[in-house]
């Protein structure tokens, strides 16, 4: 069974997030909604991919990217984001994120990045 942690700083995101993926046979063993929280879910659980979202306060996405990325280079990583921002773009050209959805997600397209990691 695949596992993933799923951050975002609106908890019924969150909340409507997991249940699909619970749905979809995936086991998430993790929730945050900061980036900070990100890294320390990721460390404690390793799990097979990552749902993260950019724009959030104090520890935001980027930082969690960046973080998990010392941890592990191999780790996937989705990025699931409103912010289409020039800069926001150059930043994750650097640190390559396995996907990047812009919001609001496609539940078909995140079965497909789920059914590739397996």
Known sequence: MVTAI???????TVDVFCDYLEIKNV?????GYNGKM??????AHKPDVVFLDLMMPEYDG????????KISPEAKIVIVTADLRDETATKLSKLKPTRVFI?????EKIS??????N
């Open 27 to 31: 086991q998430v063993v993790g929730r």
């Open 6 to 12: 799923v951050v975002d700083d609106d908890i019924d």
């Open 103 to 107: 919001k609001p997600y496609d539940i």
């Open 62 to 69: 980027i930082y969690a990217l960046e973080n998990i990325r």
């Open 38 to 43: 990100a890294v320390e879910l990721y460390q």
């Open 112 to 117: 497909q990045i789920i059914s590739n990691i």
